[in-house]
């Protein structure tokens, strides 16, 4: 049986069935969201936006100690945020690509846009 709805016309009721995301997609989108729930990461995030670094460099710019760097990036690299490459001893790190980037400066435009 199909549901009606009292302040719903059909081509609202239409759209919303076709672009309403699936709940494995919400769940998707919020576990990526949660990559933005703590200024450490966005720290780390920023830095790594413009230069690639390893922890203990990450660690001296951003005067938070080594272990809660490393913390923070195995966490990010459990979402595929970040990468890292390996030369001779040195972990670099690296944004994987730059939608994260991108959702970090849209934020930033609509905290700017609303003052």
Do not use: W
Request: with cysteine; aromatic share 10%; net charge negative.
């Amino acid at each position: 049986m199909e549901q009606t709805y009292a302040n719903i016309d059909k081509e609202t009721l239409t759209n919303l069935q076709y672009y309403m995301p699936e709940n494995h997609t919400l769940r998707q989108l919020a576990d990526i969201f949660s990559l933005f729930a703590d200024q450490t990461r966005l720290k780390i995030l920023s830095v790594l936006a413009l230069s690639d670094m390893c922890v203990n460099d990450l660690s001296k710019y951003l005067n938070i100690n080594q272990t809660t760097i490393s913390h923070q990036l195995r966490f990010l690299k459990n979402f595929n945020a970040v990468i890292d490459r390996r030369e001779g001893k040195v972990v670099f790190y690296s944004l994987n690509n730059e939608h994260i980037n991108n959702i970090m400066l849209d934020g930033v435009d609509y905290i700017q846009g609303s003052l």
